[in-house]
């Protein structure tokens, strides 16, 4: 029996991404492992391409900025006083702010710091940037109950719920 990409399978593919001049963005070092259909793993655009791949398959999607991390927006720079924020604030450090519903968050970036401002950037890094996906189908099966009860594939990482103790 042939297995293709399904809903509810446990899909892993060996990936690269990269941008719009062929510069790599992610060379995809480990296989990316997820459970498909629709569960969030993925963009939509990618999955929709994977449904009904066999494994062996090639697949490559180039994805537009609404696609894939956004479209950049201008008013996720602020300039804010150099007083609200600790004292060895410095570019590429990140903060976090909570939406009025008290539950979203959102991620900014430390771009620039003079005397009086702080620069921050709320886009995420890759918005307004179109990227290619490019993968092979190298492994698919069925995902077992835990696993759509988790809404992904359990790793060796979830038995402890730490990170490991990988070094990069």
Same mark, same amino acid.
């Given at each position: 029996?042939?297995?293709? %990409?399904?809903?509810?399978? !446990?899909?892993?593919? @060996?990936?690269? %991404?990269?941008?719009?001049?062929?510069?790599?963005? @992610?060379?995809? &070092? &480990?296989?990316?492992?997820? #459970?498909?259909?629709?569960?969030?793993?993925? *963009?939509?655009?990618?999955?929709?391409?994977?449904?009904? &791949?066999?494994?062996?398959?090639? *697949?490559?999607?180039?994805?537009?900025?609404?696609?894939?991390?956004?479209? *950049?927006?201008?008013?996720? !720079?602020?300039?804010?006083?150099?007083?609200?924020?600790?004292?060895?604030?410095?570019?590429?450090?990140? *903060?976090?702010?909570?939406?009025?519903?008290?539950?979203? !968050?959102? #991620?900014? #970036?430390?771009?620039? %710091?003079?005397?009086?401002? !702080?620069?921050?950037?709320?886009?995420?890094?890759?918005?307004?940037?179109?990227?290619?996906?490019?993968?092979?189908?190298?492994?698919?099966?069925?995902?077992?109950?835990?696993?759509?009860?988790?809404?992904?594939? #359990?790793?060796?990482?979830?038995?402890?719920?730490?990170?490991?103790?990988?070094?990069?």
């Amino acid at each position: 029996m042939s297995t293709v %990409v399904a809903k509810d399978h !446990i899909v892993t593919l @060996d990936y690269r %991404v990269t941008g719009p001049q062929g510069e790599l963005v @992610d060379a995809g &070092k &480990k296989p990316l492992v997820y #459970l498909h259909g629709g569960y969030g793993a993925l *963009f939509p655009v990618i999955e929709d391409g994977l449904d009904g &791949k066999a494994r062996g398959a090639a *697949f490559r999607v180039e994805l537009q900025p609404h696609e894939a991390y956004g479209d *950049f927006d201008p008013a996720l !720079i602020r300039r804010e006083p150099r007083a609200l924020f600790p004292e060895d604030v410095a570019p590429g450090r990140v *903060f976090e702010q909570r939406g009025p519903d008290g539950e979203d !968050i959102t #991620l900014f #970036l430390v771009t620039e %710091v003079d005397d009086d401002e !702080i620069t921050l950037d709320g886009n995420h890094p890759l918005a307004g940037v179109p990227l290619v996906f490019s993968c092979i189908v190298t492994d698919i099966r069925p995902a077992t109950p835990e696993e759509l009860d988790e809404g992904g594939p #359990l790793t060796d990482d979830d038995d402890d719920g730490e990170d490991g103790d990988e070094e990069d």
